[in-house]
Structure formats: C-alpha cells, structure tokens
C-alpha cells in the first residue's frame, strides 16, 4: 500500500489534482523516495526502511499525507495506471 499511496500521491500532484502546503520535513519526507520501473511497467518504491536509513529519521509528515489521498482516490483512474509492488 505503501508504493501504491505515494504513486498516487506524485501523479495527483503532477496532475494538478491535489496542492500541498509544503514545509521543511513534508518536502523531504515526499522527495526523498527512489523508484525503479521494471520493463514490464512495475514500478518499485523503496521500502520505508530504506528511506529510515537514508534519511535518518521516520518520514511521518510524508506518510500522513499520503493516507490522507488514499481513501479519496481508490479505483480512481490515477490508482489503476500502473501496477505497484
């Protein structure tokens, strides 16, 4: 859920969909994920772990964030684009 909720949260932010007010630590905690796109369109977000180590700390801000969009979005045409693992 977690790569699935902050995909979601990228394209309704590039599309315009949804505006953020944005400090300090929501900005790191949402620029601080790495991707990969396997050739058969999946797409990988780094585990939360991962980013725990690359950034030193638990990325809440970012998190909450991403739960807010989820229950409003679910079977939207932003959520069933790609497939996420």
Do not use: C
């Not at 980013?51 to 801000?61: E, N, Y």
């Amino acid at each position: 859920m977690n790569s699935q909720g902050l995909w979601l949260l990228r394209e309704l932010i590039r599309l315009g969909e949804f505006e953020l007010i944005v400090n300090t630590r929501l900005k790191e905690d949402l620029t601080a994920y790495r991707y990969s796109i396997s050739g058969d369109k999946v797409i990988k977000v780094e585990s939360k772990d991962q980013l725990k180590k690359w950034i030193g700390r638990s990325p809440d801000h970012g998190d909450s964030v991403m739960m807010s969009v989820m229950p409003l979005h679910l079977g939207s045409r932003v959520v069933s684009r790609p497939t996420l693992v």
